[in-house]
């Protein structure tokens, strides 16, 4: 029998049933991503509001898994460790921050990044619990020391990015130096009162910097 020829995938051809068995599998697979998200995002949300109501060293990791209705396992097949519970974005953090360098129109690399802090700033001073949670992970050392630790860690994906768009090595040193300013300075942004000012300010150096190299 003539097989009908519905899709092409390489050189690989597809008979109605197999698509069907294909498309099942690729619910089958949106369903348990969604599911998984659900749950990791239950076991954060648990953890933040219990972590604000007692503090940090006060909860524990039991009582963490048996308020999002999950095991210990599970909570560290998500999770791989008690700190991480209160930093679920990393990911999301480092695409918007390279997303910021690659979609930045006509403004200069810093000035770009300038302009990505101060919508961060904005968008954490609207939320109600931001205050509250920025006191617990700056009164918590162990808070402090692990989120310094992930955010710093995203300065080989934005000096790669960064790199890329001026046509350097992925390696270079002005792209890796540029990087790691930029990420030290949120810190120092986030704790003034006036953010806006203080991005203008720190923001300000780096591009007289940058500009000054990129022209010679």
Not at 85 to 113: C, H, W
Not at 165 to 182: H, K, S, Y
Request: glycine share 4%; charged share 30%; hydrophobic share 40%.
């Amino acid at each position: 029998m003539k097989a009908y020829r519905l899709r092409k995938c390489n050189h690989y051809t597809f008979e109605p049933a197999q698509l069907l068995r294909y498309d099942r599998r690729v619910t089958e697979l949106g369903r348990r991503e969604r599911k998984k998200q659900q749950t990791r995002q239950s076991i954060s949300d648990a953890a933040t509001r219990l972590f604000i109501e007692r503090g940090f060293d006060a909860v524990g990791v039991k009582e963490i898994a048996d308020t999002a209705d999950v095991s210990v396992t599970t909570l560290f097949k998500h999770f791989p460790s008690k700190e991480a519970l209160l930093f679920d974005e990393d990911e999301q953090q480092e695409s918007a921050l390279v997303a910021a360098v690659r979609n930045r129109g006509g403004r200069s690399i810093p000035m770009a990044l300038r302009d990505h802090f101060v919508q961060a700033a904005k968008g954490h001073a609207d939320h109600p619990q931001f205050e509250v949670f920025q006191r617990l992970v700056l009164d918590t050392s162990a808070l402090r020391e692990y989120g310094h630790r992930m955010w710093t860690r995203h300065q080989h994906a934005l000096a790669a990015a960064i790199a890329e768009e001026i046509g350097a090595p992925a390696d270079d040193v002005r792209c890796a130096a540029l990087a790691r300013f930029a990420l030290e300075a949120r810190d120092v942004i986030f704790d003034r009162p006036d953010r806006e000012r203080a991005a203008d300010e720190v923001f300000g150096l780096l591009e007289h910097g940058w500009a000054a190299d990129q022209q010679a």
